[in-house]
Structures are given as structure tokens and as C-alpha cells.
């Protein structure tokens, strides 16, 4: 454990892992985004500014709940934020559905790939030996 200050209010704290934010600061922002969440809920044709202004909350913190999946938007709200690869707009997460397949079909695609050995690197191996000569 190492001592930092946090971020958010300067003190000192015993930083683990994580955000370099203390404890206290974790749960004012934990129950922000309850709040958050509950704003939502109830007002589902809320824009981003909106939610930030109402809940005095920033609209970059609001986007890193969506991109980290806690928070979800309806298909009908004008709330989305762009998939990181294509720039499409999204309701959650980091990539569209187009961007996720073709990232999977591509990782599949590699692990599918068998190791090719080269045969003439082991015949290469007895040639590059030194020898002696016998006398």
C-alpha cells in the first residue's frame, strides 16, 4: 500500500487499487450515481445536460458509468454516447454490436490459426553447429 492524496479532496488516504480517490469521496460518488441512476428511471426522455444539471453531476462522469455498463438508456431516450471504434451512437458499453462481432470473429480467428512450425528452420539448426576436425 502507498499513501496518495485523493483527487477528489486532496486528503491523504491508503491507496490500493482502483481510482486515486479515498473512501469518503468513493461513496458521495457511489450514492451520486444512485441518484443517478433513479433520475433516470423516472425521467427517461431526460438529455445528458439535463441529468448533469439536475444532479449536479459532470456529463464525463455520467459518460464513464455508461461506458463502463452501470448505467443503460432506452432505445427512445436521446441520450448515447459513441462507440469508441466506429463512432456510432450506443446506449451502453464501450463498441456498437457491429464492433463487438467483428472484434470476437477476429480474436476467434486468431486462436483458430494453427502454429506453424518451419521444418527448414530444424535442419538449419545442424548446419549452423561449429565443427572440428579431426587430426
Known amino acids: 500500500m502507498e499513501a496518495r492524496s485523493c483527487r477528489s479532496c486532496g486528503r491523504l488516504f491508503n491507496y490500493i487499487q482502483g481510482p486515486?480517490?479515498?473512501m469518503a469521496?468513493?461513496?458521495k460518488l457511489e450514492d451520486k450515481f444512485l441518484q443517478v441512476r433513479d433520475y433516470i428511471r423516472e425521467n427517461d426522455s431526460a438529455t445528458m445536460k439535463e441529468i448533469s444539471e439536475d444532479n449536479e453531476v459532470s456529463v464525463?462522469?455520467?459518460k464513464q458509468w455508461v461506458r463502463e455498463e452501470r448505467l443503460t438508456f432506452t432505445d427512445h431516450s436521446p441520450v448515447g454516447i459513441e462507440c469508441e471504434t466506429c463512432g456510432?451512437?450506443?446506449r451502453t458499453g464501450r463498441f456498437c454490436d457491429?464492433?463487438?462481432n467483428s472484434m470476437a470473429s477476429n480474436l476467434q480467428a486468431m486462436y483458430a490459426m494453427p502454429v506453424k512450425q518451419e521444418e527448414s528452420g530444424s535442419r538449419s539448426k545442424g548446419k549452423d553447429?561449429?565443427?572440428f576436425l579431426d587430426k
Open 60 to 62: 464525463k462522469q455520467i
Open 20 to 22: 486515486p480517490i479515498c
Open 129 to 131: 553447429r561449429m565443427r
Open 88 to 90: 456510432k451512437m450506443i
Open 98 to 100: 457491429k464492433c463487438k
Open 25 to 27: 469521496c468513493k461513496q
